[in-house]
Structures are given as C-alpha cells and as structure tokens.
C-alpha cells in the first residue's frame, strides 16, 4: 500500500471513530433526557391518581351518605309530620276557588277557603321537599370536591 492510501485508510478510522463518539455521546444525552422526562410524566401521573382516587372516595361517601337517607326517607318524612302534629300545625291547601267550602271531620264547614291535607299528601309532599334538600346538598359536595380537585 502507499504512503497516500495508508494515510487515508488513517482518516478514515479517524473519522469513523470520531463519527461513533459523537453518534454515542448524542444517544446517551437523547436516553438521559428521555429518562428523565419518563420520571416527571411517571410522577406527575402518580399524582393525578391521588388525586383520582381522593375524589372518588369522596364522591362514594356523598354516594354512601344518599343511599342512608333514601333507606331513612319515609322514617323522618314521618317524624317531620308527627312533630308537626305535635306542636298543632296543619298543612293546608287553598282550594282553587275561594267560595268552596270544606268540610271537616265534625261536619261543620270551613269558611276561609283552605282544606287540610290527608296524610299521603302530606307524606308525600314533606318526603319530596325533604329529598330534594338532600338532593341539593349532595350535589352541593360534589361540585365542591370537583372543584378542589381540578
């Protein structure tokens, strides 16, 4: 071989070997910042699941608490109506035309227009005004436990 393709043949290693540090160093700097970006996603990750799961909890105790009180409804609807016959307080509707008159279980007529509730009615209207509070409550927490965790 002569001096001008030995020569050569040098450079070229030279430059191949110089080509594969770079290409190696480029590769280790490329994994090092991969890695390191898998470490923050993977964290920030963890974190959102937490998070996830705090939220969760606390939409299945408002869940929990819901499923308590519609067990319970017709016990405190009925409680409500007790204590309200306890303390003499009727509920009443006014008829639809003032000039009916009513008539109680005495059998004499009521003039002011007005005619007492039987006690479904009752029941069953205090039970709906007393589940739609609920209802607005629950509710209430949730939007609050959506909120903090956004």
Do not use: N
């Not at 109680?104 to 039970?127: K, M, N, Q």
């Amino acid at each position: 071989m002569t001096t001008l393709t030995k020569g050569l043949l040098g450079l070229l290693c030279a430059c191949l070997v110089a080509l594969g540090i770079y290409f190696k160093g480029y590769h280790d700097s490329d994994q090092k910042h991969l890695k390191e970006a898998a470490e923050t996603a993977l964290v920030y990750r963890q974190k959102q699941e937490e998070e996830r799961e705090q939220s969760q909890k606390t939409l299945a105790d408002i869940s929990l608490q819901w499923q308590a009180y519609l067990a319970g409804q017709s016990k405190l609807a009925q409680g409500t109506i007790s204590r309200l016959r306890d303390a003499g307080i009727s509920l009443r509707v006014k008829l639809s035309d003032a000039t009916v008159r009513s008539v109680t279980s005495a059998g004499r007529p009521v003039p002011d227009g007005y005619a007492d509730l039987s006690d479904d009615t009752s029941r069953f209207l205090i039970e709906q005004a007393q589940r739609c509070d609920a209802q607005v409550t629950g509710l209430q927490g949730v939007i609050k436990e959506l909120q903090r965790s956004k």
